[in-house]
């Protein structure tokens, strides 16, 4: 039996042949809009952008239903399933173990501690889950020093590429993703996410160039004409006015 909001569904375009395929974007779409609510800390936000990705599950219960591919009862025991196998201390059926482990042992694949990451993850999150995975099973620095001397390596390789011309180029790039890499690896062995710190970078840049592209038009300046050293100064300017209100950062 359909559920009593099927039919007014029906004339939604995207439930139409390949309906799985063509929610793939709006989907993906509300959960970043969700993560982009949780950055900015905005319980409103948050709140419409919960209701509107769940919705969006709700849309795949009902495809899956209508296909007899599964039910909202099986996804319900499969979540109570991976809760009990991945944390057994909670429900008094084992020791904690390293999450890794688990989880690979739940996929039966000795190749590799890395298999099952999805190749379409944003590749900074990419980089954090492949650190992270190594060192679930032990491969990982014992604190930051290693990760910080790692990047200072990376480093002087990416200036030692610099200035070679076209022809290494594809050199430069592989040093600068070995250096990203690196970085990304430091903040996850200092406790922090690097997304949410580039996230955090952004925010901080788009704003100070906003207040650039005011101060500009405010002196008569052209932005495209104006040089960088008369740039240079209104960003300057900038920086030094979040210091006195209070929220200056270095960078």
Request: proline letters at 5%.
């Amino acid at each position: 039996m359909n559920p009593p909001w099927h039919a007014p569904w029906r004339w939604w375009p995207t439930f139409e042949s390949g309906a799985t395929g063509t929610l793939r974007p709006y989907l993906i779409e509300e959960a970043h809009e969700l993560a982009a609510a949780l950055g900015q800390d905005d319980p409103v936000a948050i709140r419409e952008e919960v209701a509107d990705l769940m919705l969006h599950l709700a849309w795949q219960l009902v495809l899956g239903a209508e296909t007899g591919e599964f039910s909202a009862d099986e996804i319900a025991d499969l979540v109570v399933a991976k809760m009990r196998r991945r944390h057994p201390h909670l429900f008094d059926l084992g020791e904690r173990e390293r999450w890794e482990t688990l989880k690979r042992r739940e996929r039966q694949d000795d190749r590799s501690v890395l298999a099952g990451l999805p190749a379409t993850l944003p590749e900074l999150l990419l980089a954090y889950r492949l650190q992270e995975r190594a060192a679930g099973v032990g491969f990982d620095w014992p604190d930051s020093h290693g990760p910080l001397t790692k990047v200072h390596e990376e480093l002087a390789e990416v200036e030692a590429e610099l200035g070679g011309g076209s022809e290494a180029h594809g050199r430069l790039e592989a040093e600068i993703g070995d250096l990203l890499f690196a970085v990304g690896n430091l903040a996850r062995k200092t406790g922090v996410q690097p997304g949410a710190a580039l996230d955090r970078a952004n925010a901080k840049f788009r704003e100070r160039f906003t207040q650039i592209e005011q101060q500009a038009e405010a002196r008569g300046l052209v932005l495209g004409e104006a040089t960088l050293t008369e740039l240079d100064e209104i960003w300057e300017d900038v920086k030094s006015r979040e210091k006195g209100e209070g929220r200056g950062e270095k960078g």
